[in-house]
């Protein structure tokens, strides 16, 4: 009768949570039981194991064994805890490791043959493990460079049970059938992001980009097709900052868990960009999915840009799902066994055309539509999701004088410099508070004394308030572009000045504040 333990991490959102891997062998008719509420994917990790351990040489104890997850009350999901499975079953029955087994990590998936194949998420799975004090980890060797990336993990990359049944003492052999998966480095490529150069004219626009940029800001452009809109919000990240370290181990982490992570190139250091198709799904943009939820579109643009083109095409109910990460800078979906927690503070942009042909800018003469397709199709984008977002641009055609009169345009790098600047001085305004951005300030901290907002541009905000030219929503979110404004002026305070400007950004230039 043997009985051993060893650990494992299953994922829950993107937290790690620490799973002790129990294995019992008794006497009794052989069988292999497994509990602990594991999902379809561990329930079939008793056939993958024992297959994987018989490939090795391997005699399968021909007794009853029982394993238990613990805790038992925690949903457990994924491929990864076939390793840890096998190697408790294999201690249970007489592998000589019992007290390294016991405070090591294994994390994997594996084949038939014996191959530890990569799973999703090593990244947060490897950190919640060191996070609880568990730092010695054993990953598959196509997960090495990922697991890595997490400071003060020691990581032991295997390609077959095998290697790993003979570090620990027992004897094993690699069957010839196995292909021997060789991990080589992949040389990083250099990304080279849309420089602001490239756009011509559209002053106003950009320089509604550069104020998104500086505070974090929404922003919604609307004009026709071929002005620029698609053009300039693909420039919005080359604009952004670097993320600093623990932006980047948490935005790597998501993107670890949806695939689409390459380990080689180390931690995500530049501002996500994501676009997705306007026929895209509400489990695709928001995420979902059955069993584990993946995370989805804004979720991976986290700290980034995500970018909705031809946004009134998008499906209402993935609009309105916007709702919720716009406000809260996180995403909650809810499972029968569980809710799993994502980031989501993103910058939104939409980008539309004004009516369905497109051709409504200006006086409108060339569009077909009637009024009431115009007011239908800028109607699905709907008045809660427009009043949250802060800059609202009309992007007008590109005429020939327009072009004659414009400057050189700036390069991304010189706009960049000043929107470092201002996020420098949000930084140091901001310290100690948990906001990071002017962005992320709630209004009512704005709008008190501690928020040191002076009387006139008090006053002159309670008047647009008073017109019904804003929301109370709306105020607080012109208080902020206000603030981004003085930060790219370098003001210690804004202006009557600066709100006129901000609300001008906001209604579309209809407003005389």
Same mark, same amino acid.
């Given at each position: 009768?043997?009985l051993?333990?060893?650990?494992?991490?299953s994922?829950?959102?993107?937290?790690?949570h620490l799973?002790?891997?129990e294995?019992h062998i008794?006497?009794g008719?052989?069988?292999?039981?497994l509990?602990?509420?594991?999902d379809?994917?561990?329930n079939e990790?008793r056939?993958?194991?024992?297959a994987?351990?018989?490939?090795c040489?391997i005699?399968w104890?021909?007794?009853?064994?029982?394993?238990n997850?613990?805790?038992a009350s925690?949903?457990?999901?994924?491929?990864?805890?076939?390793?840890?499975?096998a190697?408790?079953?294999?201690?249970?029955g007489g592998?000589?490791?019992?007290?390294r087994?016991a405070?090591?990590?294994h994390l994997?998936?594996l084949g038939?043959d014996g191959r530890l194949?990569?799973?999703?998420?090593?990244l947060?799975?490897?950190?919640a493990a060191?996070?609880a004090?568990?730092t010695?980890?054993?990953v598959?060797?196509?997960s090495?460079?990922?697991?890595?990336?997490v400071?003060g993990?020691?990581?032991?990359?295997i390609?077959?049970?095998s290697?790993?049944?003979?570090a620990y003492g027992?004897?094993a052999f690699?069957p010839?059938?196995?292909?021997?998966?060789?991990?080589r480095?992949?040389p990083?490529?250099?990304v080279?992001?849309p420089d602001? *150069?490239?756009v011509? @004219?559209?002053?106003?626009?950009?320089? !509604?980009l +550069?104020? &998104?940029?500086?505070?974090a800001?929404? $922003?919604?452009?609307q004009?026709?097709p071929?002005?620029?809109?698609?053009m300039?919000?693909a420039?919005?990240p080359?604009?952004?900052p670097?993320?600093?370290e623990?932006?980047?181990v948490?935005?790597?982490?998501v993107h670890?868990i949806s695939?689409?992570?390459?380990?080689?190139?180390?931690l995500l250091?530049?501002?996500?960009?994501e676009?997705?198709?306007h026929?895209?799904?509400?489990?695709a943009?928001?995420g979902g999915?059955s069993?584990?939820?993946?995370?989805?579109?804004v979720? *991976?643009?986290?700290r @980034?840009?995500l970018?909705l083109d031809? !946004?009134? +095409?998008? &499906?209402?109910?993935?609009?309105?799902? $916007?709702?919720?990460p716009l406000e809260?800078?996180?995403?909650?979906l809810?499972?029968a066994t569980?809710?799993?927690?994502y980031?989501?503070r993103?910058?939104?942009?939409l980008a539309?055309n004004?009516c369905p042909?497109g051709?409504?800018s200006?006086?409108g003469?060339?569009?077909?539509c009637?009024?009431m397709?115009?007011?239908?199709?800028?109607g699905r984008?709907?008045?809660?999701?427009l009043?949250?977002i802060d800059?609202q641009?009309d992007?007008p055609?590109?005429t020939r004088?327009?072009?004659a009169i414009?400057?050189a345009?700036?390069?991304?790098?010189v706009?960049?410099?000043?929107?470092?600047?201002a996020?420098?001085?949000?930084?140091?305004?901001l310290?100690?508070?948990?906001?990071?951005t002017?962005?992320e300030?709630?209004?009512?901290?704005?709008?008190s004394d501690?928020g040191?907002?002076?009387a006139?541009v008090?006053?002159?905000?309670?008047r647009a308030?008073?017109?019904?030219?804003?929301?109370m929503?709306?105020l607080?979110?012109?208080?902020r572009v206000?603030?981004t404004?003085a930060d790219?002026?370098g003001?210690?305070r804004?202006?009557v000045?600066?709100v006129?400007?901000?609300l001008?950004?906001r209604?579309?230039?209809?407003?005389d504040a």
């Amino acid at each position: 009768m043997g009985l051993a333990r060893t650990w494992a991490v299953s994922l829950l959102g993107l937290t790690g949570h620490l799973v002790e891997v129990e294995a019992h062998i008794s006497q009794g008719l052989p069988a292999f039981a497994l509990v602990g509420l594991p999902d379809t994917a561990v329930n079939e990790a008793r056939e993958r194991v024992r297959a994987a351990v018989t490939s090795c040489g391997i005699t399968w104890p021909a007794q009853r064994t029982t394993v238990n997850l613990s805790p038992a009350s925690l949903p457990k999901s994924g491929t990864g805890l076939d390793l840890a499975l096998a190697i408790a079953v294999l201690v249970a029955g007489g592998l000589p490791a019992r007290d390294r087994a016991a405070r090591t990590v294994h994390l994997g998936e594996l084949g038939l043959d014996g191959r530890l194949h990569p799973v999703r998420g090593i990244l947060p799975a490897v950190a919640a493990a060191v996070a609880a004090g568990r730092t010695e980890v054993v990953v598959p060797a196509g997960s090495a460079a990922e697991a890595r990336l997490v400071p003060g993990a020691e990581v032991h990359a295997i390609e077959h049970l095998s290697e790993l049944v003979v570090a620990y003492g027992g004897e094993a052999f690699r069957p010839d059938s196995a292909p021997v998966d060789l991990v080589r480095p992949v040389p990083a490529e250099t990304v080279t992001e849309p420089d602001l *150069r490239d756009v011509r @004219g559209q002053e106003e626009a950009r320089f !509604a980009l +550069e104020v &998104a940029a500086a505070g974090a800001h929404h $922003l919604f452009l609307q004009g026709s097709p071929g002005t620029g809109k698609t053009m300039l919000a693909a420039r919005l990240p080359g604009l952004l900052p670097d993320l600093p370290e623990s932006d980047a181990v948490e935005v790597s982490a998501v993107h670890s868990i949806s695939g689409t992570l390459d380990a080689a190139t180390g931690l995500l250091r530049r501002p996500p960009f994501e676009d997705p198709h306007h026929t895209a799904t509400v489990a695709a943009v928001v995420g979902g999915g059955s069993g584990f939820p993946r995370p989805g579109a804004v979720s *991976r643009a986290h700290r @980034g840009v995500l970018l909705l083109d031809e !946004a009134p +095409e998008f &499906a209402p109910r993935v609009l309105q799902t $916007l709702r919720q990460p716009l406000e809260h800078g996180e995403l909650v979906l809810q499972r029968a066994t569980g809710s799993a927690r994502y980031p989501a503070r993103f910058q939104l942009v939409l980008a539309a055309n004004p009516c369905p042909c497109g051709k409504a800018s200006g006086k409108g003469l060339a569009c077909s539509c009637s009024p009431m397709d115009r007011r239908r199709y800028l109607g699905r984008l709907s008045g809660p999701l427009l009043d949250r977002i802060d800059l609202q641009v009309d992007v007008p055609p590109v005429t020939r004088a327009s072009l004659a009169i414009a400057d050189a345009p700036e390069p991304s790098a010189v706009v960049a410099a000043r929107v470092a600047s201002a996020r420098r001085r949000q930084h140091r305004r901001l310290a100690g508070t948990g906001w990071r951005t002017n962005a992320e300030v709630p209004g009512a901290w704005l709008r008190s004394d501690e928020g040191g907002l002076p009387a006139e541009v008090r006053v002159a905000l309670e008047r647009a308030l008073d017109r019904g030219a804003l929301s109370m929503r709306g105020l607080d979110r012109v208080l902020r572009v206000s603030w981004t404004l003085a930060d790219l002026a370098g003001q210690d305070r804004p202006t009557v000045t600066d709100v006129g400007t901000a609300l001008a950004l906001r209604t579309r230039g209809s407003s005389d504040a």
